[in-house]
């Protein structure tokens, strides 16, 4: 099944976050596309800027078995769940690994929403995806990532860096 995801880190070493974590994923799936690297504002909550990347691969694993995937590769890597009560859920990682579109279009269940339901609100994921995918369409609203770029109402900032 063909998967989009995302991918972050705000803590240093930030570019060896990413690369690990894109190892882990290389030993379940088969990565068909990379964006080129990104640094943007922190989204949600003042924070250090994070480096993106947005990914296309392919896995035989349903939603629920990549998601945990993901769980065990940012617990490995260090993550903690937040617990500020200002920003609940947005704090600073040194990974985040996020499902935003998979091939069937629509899935959810009590752990998970796919198309990620922040995705077209957030720039950091939108302009990596487009390098990668263009044309993707948005399952819910019918519309290219390049669209929905077009129409976001993000004003965080967003600067491509280089390849990974």
């Not at 990620?116 to 263009?134: Q, S």
Request: proline letters at 7%.
């Amino acid at each position: 099944m063909i998967y989009f995801i995302s991918l972050g880190s705000n803590e240093e070493p930030r570019i060896w976050f990413l690369k690990k974590a894109i190892e882990f994923i290389s030993e379940i799936s088969q990565i068909e596309k990379i964006s080129s690297l990104y640094e943007s504002e922190a989204w949600g909550f003042s924070g250090y800027p994070f480096l993106n990347v947005c990914m296309k691969i392919n896995t035989d694993l349903p939603p629920k078995s990549l998601l945990n995937f993901f769980k065990r590769i940012e617990t490995i890597l260090g993550r903690k769940i937040s617990k500020d009560p200002i920003f609940p859920g947005y704090s600073d990682r040194p990974i985040d690994i996020d499902i935003i579109f998979w091939e069937k279009g629509v899935y959810e269940d009590d752990e998970i929403i796919i198309p990620h339901p922040l995705a077209h609100k957030r720039k950091f994921i939108l302009i990596p995806l487009t390098e990668i995918e263009e044309n993707l369409i948005h399952p819910i609203f019918s519309k290219s990532i390049l669209e929905l770029l077009e129409e976001i109402d993000d004003d965080t900032w967003v600067i491509k860096l280089k390849n990974l």
